[in-house]
């Protein structure tokens, strides 16, 4: 914005949706433009879950950037309801960003993997907004000729507004691609004042932190069936204080996030406490309990519950 936080008659303001398959760096884009970590980012598929806002207002537009789960072939109740906000998303965008894992898109010859692109295609067809093919993790392509074939492959799947090779880790491209996002959006007045990030309580950054430090920390199917939310949150004097509830599926999933001794909660206490008093600014006591709720992910009540 303009030092006077006059708007100028050009201004523009809209939504634009990230979307694409696990992985391809959704998240990781978002946080680049905010300058912040807003959505929670892990090296697994899988990791968002809800859609997360992330405002970006600069002197000519505000940006409301939806982040979005990996479009999947939903096998429960809980990925039915991850691509659900995945589609609403694109549904309620202004404009659509399709993030494409370039280095594996060129591999396997192909933009998406499994049986989305067609469906994905016409979903986006259907909604007739416009859409941006974004070519990620061009860091990992070493030699840049490679990403010809793709580019072309890319502008003849569909017709995207433009295909723009970006890393999103580098903060490579993303001016270009944010010069080709603005004047898609519709003219008005910011929703937004110009500094807030996201419009999100602090609650759920605290859940997603502490959902991120087990994605990290834990391998195959525990971090999957593993939600957290938080049962209490007090300021105090000194320090906040907020308990989160862990649930997992199944007594073996609890013993190993509690681990021999406790040292297994323990370490993920200490690292998301580390990322809460970074992100809140304040000291805080992170107090974790984990809990049994057989077969949440595939119960409909429970997923609502859980705020999907
Ligand atoms: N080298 C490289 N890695 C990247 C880039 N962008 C994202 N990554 C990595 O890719 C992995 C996935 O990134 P995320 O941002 O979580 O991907 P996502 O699309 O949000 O994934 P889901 O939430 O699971 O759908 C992480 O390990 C990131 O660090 C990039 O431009 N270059
Ligand atoms: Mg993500």
């Known amino acids: ?18 979307i694409g398959a696990p992985n391809a760096g959704k998240s990781t884009l978002m946080n680049t433009i905010l300058g912040m970590k807003i959505s929670i980012v ?35 109740e809980l990925q039915t309801s991850m691509v659900n906000a995945a589609h609403s998303a694109i549904t309620d965008a202004d404009a659509c960003c399709l993030l494409v894992d370039a280095p594996r898109a060129i591999e396997t010859e192909r933009m998406l993997p499994g049986e989305l692109p067609g469906e994905l295609l016409d979903l986006l067809r259907e909604t007739r907004r416009p859409v941006l093919a974004l070519l990620n993790k061009t860091d990992l392509v070493p030699n840049k000729g490679q990403l010809l074939p793709l580019i072309e492959r890319t502008v003849a799947a569909y017709p995207f507004e433009a295909v723009i090779p970006i890393s999103a880790l580098n903060n490579d491209g993303i001016d270009t691609f944010l010069s080709a996002l603005g004047p898609l959006l519709p003219p008005g007045p910011p929703l937004y004042p110009p500094d807030l990030l996201s419009d999100q309580p602090e609650r759920f950054f605290v859940a997603e932190i502490i959902r991120e430090k087990i994605f990290e920390q834990f391998r195959q199917e525990v971090p999957y069936a593993t939600d957290v939310y938080i049962i209490e949150y007090r300021e105090e004097e000194t320090r906040d204080y907020i308990a989160a509830e862990i649930i997992v599926e199944r007594e073996s999933q609890k ?7 406790g040292e297994a909660i323990k370490r993920i206490g200490m690292s998301a406490r580390e990322d809460v008093e970074r992100f809140l600014d304040r000291p805080v006591y992170l107090d974790l309990h984990v809990r049994i709720r057989e077969g949440w992910r595939d119960n409909a009540a429970w997923i609502r519950r859980l705020g999907y």
Do not use: N, S, W
């Open 1 to 18: 914005m303009t030092e006077d936080h006059t708007i100028q008659p050009d201004f523009r303001c809209g939504y634009a949706a990230l």
């Open 255 to 261: 013993r190993i996030l509690i681990g021999k001794g």
């Open 42 to 76: 892990t090296a697994k598929p899988q990791t968002t879950r809800k859609r997360v806002l992330g405002f970006h207002t600069g002197d000519h537009h505000q940006i409301i950037f939806i982040d979005t789960p990996g479009l999947i072939q939903p096998r429960y």
